[in-house]
């Protein structure tokens, strides 16, 4: 009987040892086939004939948001709030009476433009734009140039707005990037170029939006990445997850095909509780020049109920790849009056 019993338990250990072995061997293979898939990741995006020197691309953008429902309260509430300081810091220098006078005739103004603010953020909800990329990677640097698709002029008439208001429902505009900041050009040949020390170019974020995996993937070691290889109806593809150290779900997922250079297919990053907070798509790639560009790309972010508070529709008309771009282009032109608010100056060019 304790002949068995001992025969029993050796089997029994000699089963989970093996079991052990094969979960080590399963876990070795995945780290394996991990590590390959990264170093071939790294390898085919960042190799010179995938990433693109310069870049021109023509584009039709379609912006959505969900409107913030208390914007017009939140307007309000600062412009009461800075009327209180102003009134007690009035009253302890003892010209309360002048002061009060003067802030209750420009209330109604600044209640009136508050009402106004709330008018474009609700119109601007929704935009149609075209835009014009240039891409710069070798000089660091980018000209984007938009023309809102929208009769800018009718709507200000149809809601009662003001032309000062102009600016900030057009989404017609120009700027220069580079790592020392942006320049924001005027609509008029007369009017003032502002240098701000934000948005500066980003290559990461450029790369990525042409469907390349970004640099700070490979390079954050905190990043746990799995990646598993798969077939399905449009060919081989390659899924990765990543999770950072410290944390137990993951932070980014996101799908690449080998055949298309490795680029992108889909793109998802998650909140620390699972949630899901924003998904790319990138679509419709073709091989402009020796380089795989996707030509309709979508970008959805959602809130913490899951509902998709913003979405960014992208389809590329045209595109140029590693063409000379005239130095001209990122340059001010001569004569142009410069506010450089980093320096909280005024120049001539």
């Known amino acids: 009987m304790k002949s068995h019993e001992s025969k029993s338990c050796r089997i029994a250990e ?185 948005p500066q170019f980003n290559a990461d974020m450029e790369h990525h939006s042409l469907g390349l995996i970004p640099g700070w993937f490979f390079a954050d070691e905190r990043l746990v990445r799995v990646a598993r290889s798969g077939k399905d109806a449009d060919g081989p593809f390659v899924d990765v997850n990543c999770r950072f150290t410290d944390k137990k779900a993951d932070v980014l997922r996101f799908r690449v095909r080998p055949e298309r250079g490795y680029r992108i297919e889909q793109w998802k990053t998650y909140h620390d509780n699972g949630q899901l907070a924003e998904d790319q798509s990138f679509e419709d790639y073709r091989c402009v020049n020796g380089v795989w560009l996707p030509f309709k790309t979508c970008v959805r972010r959602h809130d913490d109920q899951g509902q998709v508070t913003f979405r960014l529709d992208t389809r590329l008309l045209s595109a140029e790849v590693n063409t000379p771009l005239d130095e001209a282009l990122f340059e001010i032109p001569e004569g142009m009056r410069v506010q450089d608010i980093r320096a909280a100056e005024i120049t001539a060019q």
């Open 14 to 198: 000699t089963v989970v040892t093996w079991g052990l072995v094969l979960a080590s061997c399963a876990s070795l293979m995945q780290a394996s086939e991990t590590s390959k898939w990264t170093e071939d990741l790294r390898r085919q995006t960042q190799a010179d004939v995938a990433r693109p020197k310069t870049a021109i691309l023509r584009q039709e953008v379609s912006e959505t948001y969900t409107p913030v429902v208390d914007y017009r309260e939140r307007h309000v509430e600062r412009i009461l709030q800075a009327r209180d300081e102003i009134t007690q810091r009035a009253l302890a220098e003892g010209s309360g009476e002048t002061v009060l006078t003067s802030l209750e005739a420009s209330l109604s103004n600044c209640l009136a433009m508050a009402d106004s603010l709330a008018r474009v953020h609700e119109l601007n909800a929704s935009t149609v734009f075209g835009r014009r990329l240039l891409l710069d990677f070798t000089g660091q640097r980018a000209r984007m140039e938009e023309e809102d698709c929208r009769d800018v002029d009718a709507l200000l008439a149809v809601n009662n707005l003001e032309p000062q208001f102009r600016r900030s429902l057009s989404r017609t505009r120009v700027c220069i990037t580079s790592l020392d900041g942006c320049k924001h050009m005027p609509e008029e040949e007369d009017g003032l170029v502002v240098i701000s020390e934000m």
